[in-house]
């Protein structure tokens, strides 16, 4: 499955690295960063437990993140210079708080397209990262096992796309939205509910191993707003066989008018 890639951003010392994709069905599970004026090292751990050459040197202090279930990686940015300065990423569910330093003359931003996410690093490095970017791929292509991506238009109308494995029989598919809020539920408000199949102005289809959603439009706003959906999988027994969240999609738009 095709990989893409993105920078490295910083300076020009340090030894090259470059990740060794994993194998489809394996996703990022875990990130360790070690900062303190810089980013001194970084190592990703996967989901088959396997993890990446720690990259760096032996000093900083570290943070480690664990990924929840259907978390990806979706954005990588900071400041560099002569050395990585500072680090922030984040997923389709949160913000992840930011280390390093507050150094470096240039901002990096490295955000990937719709149902795609983080899968490896590059760039270079020595007693600190001198140098970062990514490697990235499809949600769908390397086997997480559920997906579900939001997206809104300028008319306040919002898709929500939710898939499945094909070997998975799924019948049912909930999505419980909510505004001004990040996950996990139940931050921000809650709106409505969506259900595919269903009938009515929430309602949704299912085709296949996808389920697709309109909702909308609701109210323009002059300030934007983060959004989020719940979605849950269900069988024809009603047990529930998976339960994720969507990206955080952040648009102008509120759930009533005059905000």
Same mark, same amino acid.
């Given at each position: 499955?095709e ?6 951003? /910083? ?13 489809? *069905? +394996? ?8 900062? &303190? ?22 000093? *900083? ?5 664990? !990924?929840?279930? &259907?978390?990806?990686?979706?954005? +990588?940015? *900071? ?16 913000n992840?708080?930011t280390?390093? /330093? ?7 931003? $490295?955000r ?5 996410? @983080? ?8 007693? $600190?990262?001198?140098? !970062?970017?990514? #490697? ?7 086997g ?23 070997? +998975?029989?799924?019948?049912?598919? $909930? ?7 990040t996950? %996990? ?5 809650? +709106? #409505?509910?969506?259900?595919? %199949? ?9 085709e ?7 909702? &909308?439009? !609701?109210? %323009? ?7 989020y @959906? !719940? ?9 529930q ?19």
């Amino acid at each position: 499955m095709e990989t893409f890639q993105c920078g490295p951003s /910083g300076g020009q010392g340090g030894n090259r690295f470059d990740d060794e994709i994993p194998a489809d *069905g +394996v996703f990022i599970s875990q990130i360790d960063v070690w900062s &303190g004026t810089y980013i001194d090292a970084i190592q990703l751990t996967y989901s088959d437990n396997s993890r990446t050459t720690k990259h760096g040197g032996s000093g *900083g202090s570290l943070s480690t993140w664990a !990924l929840n279930a &259907g978390e990806s990686i979706i954005e +990588v940015y *900071g400041f560099c210079g002569s050395y990585v300065d500072s680090l922030a990423i984040r997923t389709n569910m949160r913000n992840l708080p930011t280390v390093g /330093g507050n150094g470096g003359s240039i901002q990096y931003t $490295y955000r990937v397209p719709d149902n795609m996410h @983080v899968i490896g690093l590059l760039g270079a490095s020595g007693s $600190y990262v001198d140098a !970062l970017g990514i #490697f990235f791929r499809e949600v769908s292509a390397d086997g997480t096992a559920f997906t579900a991506v939001l997206r809104s238009t300028s008319s306040c109308e919002f898709e929500l796309e939710a898939s499945w494995p094909d070997d +998975v029989p799924v019948v049912t598919v $909930y999505g419980e939205w909510y505004f001004d809020g990040t996950p %996990p539920a139940p931050n921000g408000t809650f +709106v #409505f509910t969506t259900q595919a %199949p269903g009938t009515g102005p929430n309602a949704g289809t299912i085709e296949g191993n996808l389920a697709h959603f309109t909702a &909308g439009p !609701l109210y %323009p706003s002059s300030t934007a707003y983060p959004w989020y @959906v !719940l979605v849950q999988f269900y069988d024809a027994s009603g047990a529930q066989l998976a339960s994720i969240y969507s990206n955080v999609d952040t648009t102008a738009c509120a759930n009533q008018p005059g905000m």
